[in-house]
Structures are given as C-alpha cells and as structure tokens.
C-alpha cells in the first residue's frame, strides 16, 4: 500500500484527505449505480411522448442519435477520470484545465439540474404509491397535498439511505434495478407480441426500420428538441465517476461502468421505444402517445392496455407502477448521492462555503452536502408544487435539458483540451481522449444552444410568463427556469468570489491531467 500512495500525483492525493471510504465499489456495483441513476422507467414514462410529439415514429432514431454525443463524452469521462479521478468530475477537471470560473459553471450545472429533477422524481414517487394502493382520485393529481407529503418524504428517506454509507445506499440500488429492468423487457415483449397478433389498439403498428431514419424528421428545430430530450433519458450515468474516489481501482473502474451503462441503456431504450410506439401509435386519442391525458405518464396509461386490468393482468399493471415507483426512488438516491460529492469537492476548494465540506467521521459520506441536498431539493420541490399549479415542474424537468448538455458537453471540450498532447502517444489515445470526446461535447452544446431558441416559445412547455414592461415578450417557461438557474450560478460565483478569492485567482494547484497520464495506475504500482 506504500508504494501505490507514493505513485499518486499530487493531485489524486486529495482523495485521501477528503474522508471518504476508498475501494467501497467494485465493478458490477459501479455498473448497476450508472444504470440506476439514469432510472430508465422514470425517464422514459416522463419523457418519451414528448418526444414522440416533436418527431413522430421517429423516436427510435433520436434513441440512436443521441445516443451516439453520450457515448462520445463518457470517452471523455472515462479519459478524465483515468488521469485525475475526482468526485467533483467536470468541476475539478474543468477548474484545472479551463480555469476556476469554467469549472465553477460546470459544477453548478450539475447541482442545479439535480436539484430542478428532484421535484419531478419526488411528486412521480408521491403519486405512484397511491396508485399503487388503488387511490386513483389522489394518485391522478399531482398537486393533491396528500401527494406532496409523501413526494417530500421520498426525498427524506433517500437521504437517509445515502447519510448511512455509500455500501447500504449501493445496496438498496441493486434490488430496485433489477426490477425496473425485468419490468421493462416483459413489457416490451409483451407489447410486441400484442401488436403481431393483432391485439393491439387501432394506432398499433409494425415496427419499421423506417423509424430508424433521422431524415425524416420534419424539422432541424423538431431535431434539436428530439435530441435534448433524449439527454435527460441516458441523463445519470455519470454517478459512477461522482463516486470514483469510493471504487475499487478508482482509475479505471468508474469510466468502465459509465461506458457500458451508456450501453445497456442504449439497448433497453431502444427496445421499449419501438415497443411503446409499435403498440400505441401516434395519435392524440386513446393510447395514442399524442394523448395529452397520459403524456407525462406513458407507462401507467398503457399498462392496462398491454396486460389488461384483471387478473393476472392486474398484477402485472400493479408491478409496472411499482418499477416507476422504484425507478424515481433509486434516482432519487443517486441525486443525492451525486451532489453531496460534487458539493463536497467544490467547499473543499472554497468554490462554495467550507461547511459543505465535511465528511461524517463514521459513515464516510459528505455530512453536511448530502443533509443540504435533501433540503435544497424538497424546498424547491415543495415552491414548484404552488407554482401554476405544479405544472411548472413538468417545465423545471425540461430546462434540464439545457444544463445537462452544458456539463457533458463541457466535459468532452476538457478531456479535448486536457490530453490534446495525445497525439504523440498513440492513434487509440487520439480519438478516445480528443477526437471523439470533442466531436461529442461540441454536439451536445450546440444541441442546448438549438434548444434555447425552441424553449423561448411560450407553447414549448406548461407554463409561460409575460414581460410586465415594453417589449412585452411572452416567454417560455422552460427558458426561464433554465437561462434563470444558470444566472443564480453566476451570482453565486460572484458572491462566493468576494468570500473565498483564492479559489478564483487561478487554475487549481495539482499537476496538469496529462502530466497525471504519465504516472502508473494503482493497481500498476501495486505490481511493481
């Protein structure tokens, strides 16, 4: 073990002194949390009739394109976590290769969208367990109060799950995927088999390769809003690195289990995309993914239809609420899993106050960040709750669309930048730590750029808001939540910049990340 510390740079020192518990992870738990915290089930019960909205039956091949700037940036992960591996990810990468300022945003990109989905993942988790329950008249309504105290209650029960250990809260992931995958395979091969016997609905079709083809798409603008949409779906699989410094081999452990669950995710989003739309159709009645009745709850809405609604079929419908249940249950776990250590890692370095900081001296996880996510998230959610009626939450989840291509693909520029000297290494290390990291952060901000122009309407989502003073413009509700979460960051950076200056006045004290590229993996010392 000696020797493995003295091989460190100085830099991959400070996971030492951080406090928290190293080699707590191994591989296959890496994996499962990457997995959970994207909360397949959730995602796509919440999001793909809107993307079915904005490209038709051509969601499968947003399933693929988006898929394609994802995989490229957890190159770029897997790169960054290899050279310098961090639980503040794309904040710390960024502070030491861009400067503190770029690494700051990055930072606050990751808290605010977690924080924004928090409010969505609470309420879907308040209605859930009533509908599971056959509380139909409550379940059915997002604002009901009822709803509300067990959404925020979620919040706190999670958190206290992540405030017990990272190997209790690792533990609690590995039961809640395993449903929410085996809910998701059944269903979608039981919609299929529907659709080639001729059981399905009036809209069902055969599913076609057609789908496949992104140019037929109808719009760049219908493009753009497909795309970053289907971020927040394979949105999560990051978690894996956030808990890097806890993972056994913590240099190449965590980008490993990022890439394959980008994967598996691939592959399950697929299959469950072409099986909804091949059963449901397109249309604006019935199951029709166009029906504004169930467009922000896909799975609860055709259950039924898929299994039927007595007998066997009602167990079935019963387990596929439990697998959203559980699906918005584990990512919430991961939330708070995740920004406790982006929190942490930034008060380390007085980015944000020293008091968020702390590590609990017994269960080794960050004491007072992940206390101050619970409470950051069940406020927020608890203010959306009143606000328009709670439809500004279905708005706060689509403006993190916008953040979350602002960190992705901020973290493929870094890794471009940071290993830009690759090309003397090797062709391999060329493309996996500069090309392809590039090409995917690039596209992935251009993405979020596109998706601001579209978010300015004020159709683009639930909510909207008029400006009281000439011009009088009408905005868009998700461009305000998005463009103003953003604008929060910055004042806080400022005000933090007066409090803390050292931090701001220049590029974190570590090695450069190629200069760490040169130093020997742990598991490499250890053989020496």
Same mark, same amino acid.
């Given at each position: 073990m000696a020797t493995t510390e003295q091989t460190e740079p100085t830099g991959s020192a400070e996971v030492q002194s951080k406090g928290l518990r190293p080699g707590a992870l191994g591989m &296959?738990?890496?994996? =499962?949390l990457a997995t959970a915290s994207a909360a397949p089930a959730y995602s796509l019960a919440a999001t793909l009739a809107f &993307?079915?909205?904005?490209?038709g039956f051509q969601a499968p091949a947003v399933v693929v394109l988006a898929f394609v700037p994802i995989l490229f940036v957890s190159f770029g992960y897997a790169a960054l976590n290899r050279s310098d591996p961090d639980c503040g990810t794309i904040f710390t990468w960024a502070s030491r290769s861009l400067g503190p300022r770029t690494g700051f945003m990055g930072g606050w990109a990751i808290i605010a969208s977690f924080v924004l989905v928090m409010g969505s993942l609470a309420q879907v988790a308040g209605q859930y367990v009533f509908l599971l329950f056959g509380a139909h008249g409550i379940g059915e309504d997002p604002s009901n109060p009822w709803v509300l105290a067990v959404g925020l209650g979620w919040i706190a029960l999670m958190t206290a799950v992540c405030y017990r250990g990272i190997e209790v809260a690792a533990a609690v992931q590995r039961a809640l995927l395993f449903?929410?995958?085996a809910m998701l395979v059944v269903f979608s091969v039981v919609a299929l088999v529907r659709v080639y016997t001729g059981h399905a609905g009036a809209g069902a079709r055969h599913p076609q390769l057609s789908w496949l083809d992104p140019f037929a798409i109808s719009s760049p603008s219908a493009f753009a809003s497909g795309l970053v949409l289907m971020l927040f779906i394979y949105w999560g699989w990051e978690t894996a690195l956030t808990v890097n410094e806890e993972t056994a081999d913590r240099r190449r452990t965590p980008g490993r289990a990022a890439t394959l669950s980008t994967l598996l995710l691939l592959a399950l989003y697929l299959g469950a995309t072409y099986a909804t739309v091949s059963f449901a159709g397109i249309g604006t009645t019935g199951n029709g993914l166009a029906n504004p009745d169930h467009s922000g709850d896909v799975f609860s809405a055709l259950g039924g239809a898929v299994f039927g609604t007595t007998g066997f079929g009602s167990v079935m419908w019963h387990l596929m609420v439990l697998m959203v249940l559980s699906s918005a249950a584990a990512s919430t776990e991961t939330t708070v899993l995740t920004l406790g250590r982006t929190m942490l890692a930034m008060a380390r370095h007085r980015a944000l106050p020293g008091?968020?900081?702390?590590?609990?001296?017994?269960?080794?996880?960050?004491?007072?960040?992940?206390i101050a996510t619970g409470v950051a998230g069940g406020v927020v959610y608890l203010a959306m709750n009143f606000l328009a009626h709670g439809h500004v939450i279905g708005d706060a989840v689509s403006s993190c669309g916008l953040m979350i291509a602002l960190y992705y693909g901020l973290t493929g520029i870094t890794s471009a930048w940071a290993h830009r000297r690759a090309v003397r290494r090797s062709a391999g290390e060329l493309?996996?730590?500069?090309?392809?990291?590039?090409i995917g952060g690039l596209t992935l901000v251009a993405a979020g750029v596109w998706s601001l122009r579209n978010d300015w309407d004020p159709d683009s989502g639930g909510t909207s808001w008029t400006l009281p003073f000439a011009p009088h413009w009408? =905005?868009?509700? &998700?461009?305000? =939540?998005?463009?103003?979460?953003?604008?929060?960051?910055?004042?806080?950076?400022? &005000?933090?910049?007066?409090?803390?200056p050292s931090f701001f006045a220049?590029?974190?004290?570590?090695?450069?990340l190629t200069e760490a590229m040169d130093e020997p993996s742990p598991a490499a010392a250890g053989r020496n």
């Open positions: &296959v738990t890496s994996l =499962i &993307v079915v909205a904005a490209v449903l929410e995958f008091s968020l900081g702390t590590v609990h001296p017994r269960f080794s996880v960050p004491k007072a960040g992940t493309w996996l730590r500069v090309v392809l990291p590039a009408h =905005i868009g509700g &998700v461009f305000l =939540i998005g463009v103003g979460a953003l604008a929060v960051g910055l004042v806080v950076m400022l &005000v933090q910049q007066r409090r803390a220049a590029k974190l004290s570590a090695p450069t």
